[in-house]
């Protein structure tokens, strides 16, 4: 088996440099590949620029305010957008995570000003949580919706079954 690891550009973040200095770094390092930066649409050029490194694109970045229930269709089709880039590259795999660090949380503080000094405020409420589990299985139930495998009697869509499992009584 072979185990091809990847390196993450938030190394470079604030950097200045360009993300193709960043793919040039990242291959003289020798890793494989590395996450397709969000907010690109275009896998074709997505995959010609990792290329031009001797990169792979590896699963990308999905981040949303999942326990946001107001914004859910807005991030649903976002994911969709992204499981079909993440198709188009070859990739099974989305990361998925909170939005970033500047962003305001539930306890009304950034994820910047929280890190190491979490407070009891800065939790979600039964409530957001239960709508982050929901808003999170929506979006995998998407990605899903984008995968097919094949079997050895042919194939299967894995968001064709399934739903229903992560319903809250």
């Given amino acids: 088996m072979t185990i091809e690891i990847g390196c993450g550009q938030i190394t470079w973040r604030g950097s200045g440099d360009s993300e193709d200095q960043v793919l040039a770094d990242i291959a003289a390092a020798e ?5 397709w930066p969000r907010g690109e649409s275009d896998a074709t050029a997505i995959a010609q620029r990792f290329s031009r490194h001797g990169l792979k694109p590896a699963p990308g970045y999905f981040a949303g305010d999942f326990w946001d229930r107001s914004r859910r269709d807005e991030q649903l089709a976002q994911a969709r957008s992204a499981a079909e880039i993440s198709r188009r590259l070859g990739l ?4 998925l995570a909170d939005n970033g660090f ?3 949380r539930p306890g009304h503080r950034t994820r910047r000003q929280a890190a190491g000094n979490v407070t009891e405020a800065d939790s979600l409420s039964d409530q957001e949580f239960e709508q982050l589990a929901e808003g999170v299985s929506e979006v995998g139930f998407v990605k899903l919706e984008d995968t097919v495998v ?4 042919g194939w299967e869509a894995y968001g064709d079954t399934g739903r229903g499992w992560n319903v809250f009584d």
């Fill in 150 to 153: 094949v079997t050895d009697t």
């Fill in 102 to 104: 500047d962003r305001v």
């Fill in 31 to 35: 890793y494989a590949g590395a996450p």
């Fill in 92 to 95: 099974t795999e989305i990361y």
